[in-house]
């Protein structure tokens, strides 16, 4: 037997202001091509086949709206483009044409630093080669460096004599539950370095978490003022193992520049791994705030 459908369509009649009802069957079968979930496939097939040939045929048309990329010296400002035009493409340069051009090659207004970036063949995730220290440049850093020494009793005025900006434990806390980091250096002794391990998440993303590798956990707290005044610095290579570190301004000049530069480069050097064989040092570039970098020839180091 088979299902039957009926539809109500409507014909005028002749007579007029009359309207003749007439139904009409439609025959579906149960199964087979002419059921109804049968045709129902076939059409969402033929939708689904019209929208994949639009699909290619649009993909084959070449959208013009579409832009070649720019490079980076593109994207970049007039006086950046200028100042470039002084670097000679992949050329690589000995030290003291490095420094001098870095500091020529200057784009701000204002006494940007000198960044150095050192490649190093070392890989972090191993405990020997996680390269870190810290040290006192000879030139200073150039940067008004604000000191907070967490210490209490006799610790604590000795840190004041030798200009520590914030000094205290309780009045300290406090700062540190209101989140206000007005520092850019923390010093603790060694028996209160408990009290700041819950402010972990707060002080360790911003590398102000004392640490004694670093010198900042320490009972000479009036030695480590007086050397974090005195333009100490400390590196530590990234995930990638390079080392980012600012080695000065450029209104130091060359040899200021050169001297910081000498005692970084002695620095990492004393600290390669035993476990590294071959090449140590990868690559070395210079550059400053916002301005071209330029390749160091490692020759000349």
């Not at 071209?292 to 020839?297: L, T, Y």
Request: aromatic share 4%.
């Amino acid at each position: 037997m088979a299902k039957e459908e009926v539809k109500k369509t409507e014909e005028v009649n002749e007579v007029p202001g009359e309207v003749e009802v007439v139904k009409t069957k439609t025959v579906v079968a149960k199964a087979g091509k002419r059921s109804a979930k049968a045709v129902e496939e076939v059409k969402a097939k033929k939708i689904k086949e019209t929208k994949k040939a639009n699909a290619e045929a649009n993909a084959e048309k070449p959208n013009k709206s579409v832009k070649p990329t720019r490079t980076l010296l593109e994207r970049k400002g007039k006086t950046y483009k200028k100042v470039a035009e002084k670097i000679e493409k992949n050329k690589i340069y000995p030290i003291e044409e490095a420094i001098k051009l870095v500091i020529e090659t200057s784009a701000t207004k204002f006494d940007s630093t000198v960044e150095f970036h050192m490649n190093l063949n070392v890989d972090p995730k191993h405990a020997d080669q996680n390269i870190r220290d810290s040290i006192i440049l000879p030139s200073g850093t150039g940067k008004t460096v604000r000191v907070a020494v967490f210490a209490d009793g006799k610790e604590a005025e000795e840190a004041k004599k030798a200009g520590a900006d914030i000094v205290g434990m309780d009045d300290f806390i406090k700062l540190l539950d209101k989140e206000k980091l007005d520092f850019d250096i923390l010093i603790s002794t060694p028996t209160l370095m408990a009290k700041l391990g819950k402010y972990a998440r707060l002080l360790g993303p911003k590398g102000l978490m004392p640490n004694p590798k670093s010198g900042t956990v320490t009972m000479d707290v009036a030695k480590a003022v007086t050397q974090s005044k005195a333009g100490k610095v400390e590196y530590r290579v990234d995930s990638t193992g390079i080392v980012h570190l600012g080695i000065g301004k450029v209104s130091f000049g060359d040899i200021k520049i050169r001297d910081n530069f000498n005692a970084v480069v002695s620095n990492i050097k004393s600290n390669k791994p035993t476990s590294i064989k071959g090449a140590y040092i990868k690559g070395l570039f210079l550059s400053t705030s916002m301005g071209p970098s330029v390749q160091v020839d490692l020759s000349s180091l």
